[in-house]
């Protein structure tokens, strides 16, 4: 009994004594092991480029479709409807779908860096749920989105040779 009340009195002083050290400011939250795990993982996931969290392959072939008409710069107007009516057609999107789509993967690409350093990171969080016929329309969307604006150039078709060497085939645009 006397052990008891011996323990009982250590816990109360010493959350009177970590209640108070909390009121002056210390810290003590670091000390427990599943919110520093939320924590880190919460970090992780904040400081990661967006493009590489993509959980669908259409998220991740529109991307890739965006990001090779922009290889030279700003997309242009044909560009653009030329890639609504893929995202229309191919991806069976509605209209504002379509639309909201583009501008997503537009603002998600950025300046296109993060894609060009490494493609094929991009693919990894769906790597698995490609299909084969998904992986053939995408190799020929590529090739086909390169050249609306007459024959692709150098910057284009390097990254379609890099987006089509790191998909789930052994398929690769010819050279």
């Keep these: 009994m006397q052990i008891l009340l011996a323990v009982l ?4 002083t010493l959350a009177i004594l970590f209640t108070s050290l909390a009121q002056v400011g210390v810290d003590f939250r670091w000390l427990n092991p599943l919110a ?4 880190h993982q919460f970090q992780d996931d ?3 480029d967006p493009i590489f969290k993509l959980k669908t392959p259409l998220d991740v072939a529109a991307l890739y ?5 922009k290889a030279d710069g700003t997309l242009s107007t044909k560009q653009k409807f030329v890639l609504l009516d893929i995202f229309r057609e191919e991806f069976h999107l509605a209209q504002s779908e379509a639309q909201n789509m583009l501008a997503t993967s537009a ?7 993060a894609l060009h350093d490494n493609p094929k990171r991009v693919l990894e969080p769906c ?4 299909t084969r016929a998904q992986i053939e329309s995408l190799q020929r969307l590529i090739v086909d989105v390169a050249t609306i604006d007459g024959p692709a150039s150098e910057k284009q078709m390097a990254l379609c040779r890099q987006i ?6 052994s398929k690769a645009v010819p050279h």
């Design 36 to 39: 520093w795990h939320g924590r």
């Design 9 to 12: 009195g250590t816990l109360v």
């Design 65 to 69: 479709l965006v990001a090779i008409a």
């Design 46 to 48: 904040q400081f990661v």
């Design 107 to 113: 603002y998600r690409l950025g300046d296109g860096s």
């Design 127 to 130: 790597y698995k749920k490609f």
């Design 164 to 169: 089509s060497q790191n998909l789930p085939s």
